[in-house]
C-alpha cells in the first residue's frame, strides 16, 4: 500500500512539473512572438518592437532638418549669390580703392563657380530656383548705384561684411543640419570660401577705419 501510495506521489509531481515548464515555455513563446526579449538574469521582459520604434523616432528628430528647409536654403543661397556677383560687378567698376576693387572680382569669380553649382544640384533634384533678385536685393543695388567713390567703398564692405557673416552661418548650419546628402555636401564643399570672403572683406573694413 505504501508502495503504490509512493508512486502515485511521483508521478503526480512528475506531471506539475511538465506543465509548470509547458506553461513557462508558452510565456517565453509568446513573449518573443510580441516583439519582447527574454532577460535570463532577472526574469524580465524588454520590448524590443517598442525600443526599435523609439531608436528610429529619435534618429529622425536628431537629422536637424527637413526636405523643405533643404529646399528653401537652397532658393535662398541661389538669390544671395546672384546678389553677390551682381554687387561684385558693381563695386569692380566704382569702388576707389584697389583693395576693395581686387575683392569686388574675387566676388564675381568665386560665386559665379558656386552659383554654377547651386544650379547644377538644383537640376539633378528637379527643383527650380530663382534667376532673378528679390525686391531688398534689388533696393540694396539701387542704393549703392547712387553712391561714390570712398562713400561707395564704405556702403559696399559694410553690406559685404553683413552678407558673409549671415551666409557663413546659414552655410555652417546647412553642412551640420542637411536633410539631403547632396546639399550637405554643397555647403560643406561652400562654406571655407565663404569663410575666406568674410575674413577678407573684415580685414578691408578694418584698414578703412
Known amino acids: 500500500m505504501k508502495e503504490k501510495f509512493l508512486y502515485l506521489a511521483i508521478v503526480?509531481?512528475?506531471?506539475?512539473?511538465?506543465?509548470?515548464?509547458?506553461?513557462?515555455?508558452?510565456s517565453v513563446n509568446s513573449t518573443i512572438a510580441n516583439g519582447s526579449t527574454?532577460?535570463?538574469?532577472?526574469?524580465?521582459?524588454?520590448?524590443?518592437g517598442n525600443n526599435n520604434s523609439n531608436m528610429m523616432a529619435n534618429s529622425t528628430a536628431n537629422t536637424g532638418g527637413s526636405a523643405s528647409d533643404d529646399g528653401d536654403f537652397m532658393k535662398e543661397a541661389a538669390v544671395g549669390g546672384m546678389a553677390e556677383v551682381?554687387?561684385?560687378?558693381?563695386a569692380a567698376t566704382k569702388a576707389a580703392s584697389a583693395d576693395v576693387k581686387k575683392f569686388a572680382q574675387m566676388m564675381v569669380d568665386d560665386h559665379t563657380k558656386a552659383n554654377n553649382d547651386l544650379k547644377a544640384l538644383a537640376t539633378k533634384k528637379g527643383m527650380?530656383?530663382?534667376?532673378?533678385?528679390d525686391s531688398s536685393h534689388k533696393a540694396t543695388m539701387d542704393d549703392l548705384?547712387?553712391?561714390?567713390?570712398?562713400d561707395f567703398d564704405k556702403a559696399y564692405v559694410e553690406e559685404m561684411v553683413d552678407d558673409h557673416e549671415e551666409d557663413v552661418a546659414k552655410f555652417e548650419d546647412e553642412a551640420k543640419n542637411a536633410t539631403?546628402?547632396?546639399?550637405?555636401?554643397?555647403?560643406?564643399?561652400?562654406l571655407p570660401t565663404l569663410q575666406k570672403h568674410l575674413d577678407a572683406i573684415k580685414s578691408i573694413q578694418a584698414k578703412m577705419k
Open 86 to 90: 551682381e554687387m561684385g560687378k558693381l
Open 145 to 150: 548705384r547712387e553712391q561714390n567713390g570712398a
Open 180 to 190: 539631403d546628402p547632396d546639399v550637405r555636401a554643397f555647403a560643406q564643399k561652400t
Open 38 to 48: 527574454y532577460n535570463s538574469d532577472f526574469g524580465k521582459t524588454s520590448n524590443a
Open 128 to 133: 527650380a530656383v530663382p534667376t532673378d533678385l
Open 12 to 26: 503526480s509531481l512528475a506531471v506539475a512539473g511538465m506543465s509548470s515548464c509547458a506553461k513557462d515555455s508558452y
